[in-house]
């Protein structure tokens, strides 16, 4: 199974579990986001990333230009439980 293949599952079976209002919501806000053209906006294969600052799990602001500074650098965005 490819990841598209796996990612299109795992979404079927997410708006299965939601109900039909939710999904509908959901489905119309993704329709309004691509309407805006807000990948337009977003980094193609190849670009760069602009320096940024985050902060760290104590809540100290880290430089992505200081990590790079030590070696190639991998972002995750976890969205926490909500």
């Known amino acids: 199974m490819?990841?598209?293949e796996k990612l299109s599952a795992m979404k079927k079976e997410s708006m299965a579990t939601r109900p039909p209002e939710v999904v509908a919501t959901?489905?119309?806000?993704?329709?309004n986001l691509i309407q805006a053209g807000i990948a337009d906006n977003a980094l193609k294969v190849g670009e760069t990333l602009p320096?940024?600052?985050l902060p760290d799990e104590k809540g100290q602001l880290v430089s992505s230009k200081d990590l790079l500074s030590k070696g190639p650098l991998a972002i995750n965005f976890y969205r926490g439980i909500w």
Do not use: G
Request: no cysteine; hydrophobic share 40%; proline share 0%.
């Open 2 to 4: 490819t990841l598209q």
């Open 26 to 31: 959901l489905l119309q806000e993704v329709e």
């Open 51 to 53: 320096d940024f600052s």
